[in-house]
Nanobody
Framework: QVQLVESGGGLVQAGGSLRLSCAAS????????MGWFRQAPGKEREFVAR????????LYAAAVKGRFTMSRDNAKNTVYLQMNSLKPEDTAVYYC??????WGWGQGTQVTVSS
């Protein structure tokens, strides 16, 4: 069973940057398109970004396009989310999973953006 461990969150002022990481156990990581998702208090978990198996193709939610960049290192079984120009509305717990949310969820990493 694949386990996902997210890290890199924290408290940052508006306009700041953070880089999130998500490490996956297991040998099948490179076979999957991966995604980042987030859940703000009282809201549904929502899609943020996805990346293809090779890392050659990415897709972003409109709310983060141009500010966030997703990447992956298949040798390290890790995906990343570089978040720039952060806004208070980006405050949420961030999770990674397969694009189709097919694996069990990790604990997530909290991102808090102060105004």
């Amino acid at each position: 069973q694949v386990q996902l461990v997210e890290s890199g969150g924290g408290l940052v002022q508006a306009g700041g940057s953070l880089r999130l990481s998500c490490a996956a156990s297991g040998r099948t990581f490179s076979s999957y398109n991966m995604g980042w998702f987030r859940q703000a208090p009282g809201k549904e978990r929502e899609f943020v970004a996805r990346i293809s198996r090779s890392g050659g193709s990415t897709l972003y939610a409109a709310a983060v396009k141009g500010r966030f960049t997703m990447s992956r290192d298949n040798a390290k079984n890790t995906v990343y989310l570089q978040m720039n120009s952060l806004k208070p509305e980006d405050t949420a717990v961030y999770y990674c999973n397969t694009e189709n949310r097919g694996w069990g969820w990790g604990q997530g990493t909290q991102v808090t953006v102060s105004s």
